[in-house]
Nanobody
């Protein structure tokens, strides 16, 4: 079983909102920090937000007004609520996790476990 599985991606129109989800496998309750990242075609992977098991959140400054990370620990799931989507938000969105709590910031190199990603396409 994959440790992380994203869902909820799709095609939306500019200005729409969308929530995507990431489910951790039951054996993955060791994850103490989880995060969201995205990668657009031809660009490097970008960190969006991360959240600790205790609920501490770190969000990239440039994305704070548009993206909100949350979690349901009982379900071993995290979510990314996206608002006012723009065509430039089109990317594959990835969930990632680590077994250490700190530092829990959306820096891709700190996360050893990754999901397969979910495509989000924003049409103009």
């Amino acid at each position: 079983q994959e440790p992380l599985t994203e869902s909820g991606g799709g095609t939306v129109k500019a200005g729409d909102s969308l929530r995507i989800s990431c489910a951790a496998s039951p054996s993955a309750n060791r994850f103490k920090c989880m995060g969201w990242f995205r990668q657009a075609p031809g660009k490097e992977r970008e960190g969006i937000a991360a959240i600790t098991a205790g609920g501490n959140v770190a969000t990239a400054d440039s994305l704070k007004d548009q993206f909100t990370i949350s979690q349901d620990r009982a379900r071993d799931e995290i979510y990314l609520q996206m608002h006012s989507l723009k065509p430039e938000d089109t990317a594959i969105y990835y969930c990632a996790a680590r077994t250490e709590t700190w530092p829990c910031t959306p820096d891709p190199v700190r996360f050893p476990y990754w999901g397969q990603g979910t495509q989000v396409t924003v049409s103009s």
